[in-house]
């Protein structure tokens, strides 16, 4: 998943000071996101170019979604 064209790059930070970076599909970022603008408890499952992270809606700081062409560097 990791640079495809159907994968959007996210940023998970926590109370507390940890922050995850991962690779998801637009699909999966948009649920999070519908999960913690609705105020859903519990954990949620997201499926990323790493593998499964489960994430404690409650705890759950921020969440930063970047733009695909917000990239530093060369691209084609």
């Given at each position: 998943m990791p640079d495809s064209p159907d994968s959007v790059r996210i940023e998970v930070a926590f109370a507390g000071g940890p922050i995850?970076?991962?690779?998801v599909s637009p699909a999966s970022a948009d649920a999070l996101e519908h999960a913690l603008a609705s105020g859903?408890?519990?954990?949620?499952?997201?499926?990323?170019?790493d593998g499964r992270a489960?994430?404690?809606?409650?705890?759950v700081?921020?969440?930063?979604?970047?733009a695909r062409d917000?990239?530093?560097?060369?691209?084609?």
């Open positions: 995850i970076a991962a690779n859903s408890q519990g954990t949620h499952q997201l499926d990323t170019d489960a994430i404690v809606l409650g705890r700081a921020y969440l930063k979604r970047f917000s990239r530093v560097g060369f691209g084609l």
